[in-house]
């Protein structure tokens, strides 16, 4: 009789060295996330080697199901052995004969992107249970729709076969909760950027008939970083935004515009996270998924908040001297619109067989404040690409400072998992980028 216990903790995020004073890998990607646990035998089964050797293997599946129609889709499965010479007296000195056990710590290294066998690098999803509804589409016209009820579980375990003389004589697993693998997301913009939108004037200067000077807003940052903030628990994201204006000098007796002004704006901004899962494969080509077979879920979030967009300062703002035309003053504003990201943002974008989320955000802008311009406003959905952040190696964050922060996890026991933590390192001869920048006008100040 072979008597296991299976011990795994929750995922830690960072770097960290294996516990109990194994060496660190040097091939860990510095996005990685790591995954401890311990198996533990009673001495007398090893002692009377009923095993030879232990194959640790951590798996996670996707199971959808929409109807009598279910579907499983592997995700990751990445394995260990060790033999029985590894396993090593507890230390517990409280323990009768009969109830000592050796032991073996393990490890694994979960990469944030998974290369499937199509060669598409895709990321690894968080464990999550999603139900929903669907309805088929009444046949001859007289039936009602008929609601089908599906589900789809994301699971991950950890399991150890015992093996003896290649023969298996044993064999335990343990589900683990993947709830946090991403302390740090990078959004990007699926359209590539810049992306410049018209703002338009509003009803009353359109009303009028009145020359409106054109406004435009720019996104113009290719990525933007999610950060977890650990003291209040939310994801912070900020992104930057440029106003441009072309300002005709007036007329005589006609109200100028200061091109000093700063811009009032009222934002209105809606996250939107979509989840879809079948049991047919959503990323088929050309084929179309029937009603009965796939199901959506969305959820949104929506802030409002007030930026403030100051103009840079213009070194050149003198007419020539006997031009024909007096030519445009250019009015360029720029600020951070900084966000507070709902959770439903705390994994990358999935494309998965039978499994797709995406994320859209709607931007509600409305400018005011200037005086001798008429109000703007603009409104745009902004499909996101989100993904993990992950910095290649020797290669400096623009406009970022990156600190790995790492959390105790407070449900292992005594007798648990205690995680090493190593201070990160330096790479030699790298140097911080200094950022200059232009001193404000004197109306700044």
């Not at 994994?347 to 005011?368: A, C, G, I, M, V």
Request: charged fraction near 20%; include cysteine.
């Amino acid at each position: 009789m072979l008597y296991a216990l299976l011990k795994v903790a929750s995922p830690s995020e960072g770097e960290a060295i294996p516990p109990y004073s194994q060496p660190p890998s040097e091939h860990q990607h510095p996005a990685s996330s790591r995954l401890d646990g311990r198996l533990s035998v009673l001495e007398a089964c090893v002692d009377k080697g009923v095993f030879d050797t232990v194959q640790l293997r951590f798996r996670g599946i996707i199971l959808s199901s929409v109807g009598c129609n279910s579907a499983i889709e592997d995700i990751i499965t990445l394995t260990d052995v060790k033999p029985l010479s590894h396993f090593r007296p507890s230390t517990a000195s409280t323990r009768s004969d009969s109830e000592k056990a050796r032991h073996v710590d393990f490890y694994f290294e979960l990469p944030a992107n998974i290369c499937t066998l199509d060669g598409v690098s895709r990321s690894l999803p968080l464990s999550a249970t999603i139900s929903g509804t669907t309805s088929t589409a009444p046949r001859g016209g007289l039936n009602d729709p008929q609601l089908i009820q599906g589900n789809c579980e994301v699971s991950y375990w950890v399991e150890a076969q015992f093996c003896l003389a290649g023969r298996e004589v044993g064999f335990i697993c343990e589900h683990v909760r993947m709830l946090s693998l991403y302390p740090r997301l990078r959004a990007s913009l699926t359209k590539g950027l810049p992306l410049t939108i018209r703002a338009k004037p509003d009803l009353l200067a359109r009303c009028r008939l009145q020359k409106s000077p054109a406004l435009e807003v720019a996104l113009y940052e290719p990525d933007m970083t999610i950060d977890h903030d650990t003291k209040s628990g939310k994801r912070q994201m900020s992104i930057p935004i440029a106003v441009t204006m072309d300002i005709h000098p007036p007329a005589a007796g006609a109200d100028s515009l200061d091109a000093r002004q700063s811009l009032k704006c009222s934002v209105e901004a809606r996250f939107e996270a979509h989840t879809r899962f079948s049991s047919g494969p959503l990323l088929s080509n050309g084929e179309r998924i029937l009603p009965d077979e796939a199901i959506s879920k969305s959820t949104a979030s929506t802030q409002k908040s007030t930026v403030l967009f100051r103009p840079l300062p213009l070194y050149d703002d003198q007419d020539i001297p006997g031009a024909k035309s007096k030519r445009r003053h250019p009015y360029v504003a720029t600020s951070h619109l900084d966000l507070s990201v709902p959770d439903a943002f705390s994994q990358p974008s999935l494309r998965w067989k039978h499994l797709t989320r995406t994320y859209t955000l709607h931007l509600s802008l409305n400018f005011h404040g200037l005086q001798g311009a008429p109000r703007y406003s603009v409104c745009r959905h902004i499909p996101l690409s989100v993904s993990a952040h992950a910095p290649i190696s020797g290669e400096a964050p623009k406009n970022d400072v990156i600190v790995s922060i790492l959390e105790a996890n407070d449900n292992l026991d005594a007798e648990g998992i205690m995680t090493t933590l190593r201070p990160s390192d330096h790479i030699p001869g790298e140097k911080g980028i200094e950022q200059t920048r232009s001193p404000p006008p004197p109306y700044f100040r």
